[in-house]
């Protein structure tokens, strides 16, 4: 009879210390999980604002008939599960080389449905935008917003779009986190 109660004991002590060791790894694996799935979706975040980068760099370099802000309006589109409507913006700019000097802006567009108020990379001197998105700068090319440091070597007259993307990211875990993430893209073509 001694040797069955002791089996009794030692069964609900095992049971006991799996209850425990239950409790004490259960949180870990759960915030090693969420830490997966956070990294997950900025990964896709990230591949989804890539993609709309060089869609919408491919569209306005070979498209004559739709207007930068229509191919914005394109590529934005195909941002879901993102809402650029609400956190992001795009910016087109078209760049020119000149002869024996740093290119020059030629023309910069904002999309009209931007949510994030974010400045180019390219060229965040703009300060008066048209109703159509577009950048008010001056007409004579000497007198255009001239890009020092731009990562291509343009021939002179030769032209280049940038397509940007920004998109301001908020994490699932933000109550572990204190801002958001900027996720950003250029493409030049």
Do not use: H
């Not at 990562?151 to 109550?175: C, H, K, M, R, S």
């Amino acid at each position: 009879m001694n040797n069955s109660l002791n089996g009794l004991r030692s069964k609900r002590s095992i049971k006991g210390m799996a209850a425990v060791e239950m409790t004490l790894v259960t949180p870990i694996i759960f915030l090693f999980l969420v830490g997966v799935w956070e990294l997950t979706e900025m990964i896709q975040a990230n591949t989804i604002i890539t993609n709309i980068s060089r869609e919408g760099a491919n569209l306005v370099s070979r498209s004559s008939s739709q207007t930068p802000q229509q191919v914005m309006e394109i590529v934005s589109t195909t941002s879901s599960p993102l809402d650029l409507e609400s956190d992001g913006v795009i910016y087109i700019s078209q760049v020119i080389g000149q002869a024996g000097g740093d290119p020059y802006l030629n023309r910069q567009y904002k999309w009209l449905d931007f949510g994030l108020n974010t400045d180019s990379e390219v060229w965040g001197g703009c300060t008066n935008w048209d109703a159509e998105g577009e950048c008010e700068l001056p007409d004579e090319i000497e007198n255009k917003p001239v890009l020092t440091g731009f990562p291509i070597n343009l021939d002179d007259g030769e032209a280049a779009y940038v397509v940007e993307v920004f998109y301001d990211y908020t994490p699932l875990t933000d109550w572990v986190y204190d801002s958001n993430f900027m996720i950003s893209d250029a493409t030049y073509l």
